[in-house]
């Protein structure tokens, strides 16, 4: 396990803008796994701006979301909706549909594709406050896989503005499994902010339980965190590097 402790959020997103590209670089036909949330939204912009000066080559990259919610329709609040927004630059862009009659059929057909490509190159994730990643909630075994899931309270409200109200945040949503994301080559965890220095902390020096779905990324061979300096307050000073 890798630890980057960075300035600020601006850093974290150049230097995984860095990682990106390289990733691409090396294989420019990748498939990416790109989270939701407010935390990689620089990092996007970031991928924006260099993909526009070629520095970066997204044209063979195939992204894929690791989540969506179970929603009436793809328009407002939905992952989908937030890659129509920071990611119009990807042209091949799959998302399971957040409509689809039959949710865990849509989900495993979506993760049998990722694994029929052998699993996503790179993985990068964010962490809920809850220790959550993509739709793991709290409880969610090393061995799950793309599933249906209730989402936890905390979750619901973190989307209540993107829903205009928490009333309207669909309670359920799909999500790859930790066994799934857990087969990707490599991973890359972004965490920015006070908000998430405790679930950090416990993340990378708690015990690795399903209580905390991120400590199970301590078993993978090549995972990054990327911190800001206010996300990495909890850790201990051997483990800041
Ligand atoms: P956030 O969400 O980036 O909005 O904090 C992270 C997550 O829930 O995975």
Redesign the pocket.
Known sequence: MKIEVHPDATAVACRSVDVICSALRARPDAWLGL?T???PVLTYAELKARTSTASCDMNRTTACAVDEFCAPSENVGTNAAFYAEHLPFCGNLRSPSAAAPDPLSEIKRFASAIREHGGLDLCLL???VNG?IAFNEPGSPRDSRARVVDLAATTVR?HAEGFGGEDNVPRQGMTLGVADILESKSLLVLATGASKAAIVAAAIQGPVTADVPASWLRGHADVTWMLDQTAAAGLNHAQRG
Do not use: E, L, M, V
């Open positions: 989270p949330g407010k935390t964010g962490i809920g959550h973190a």
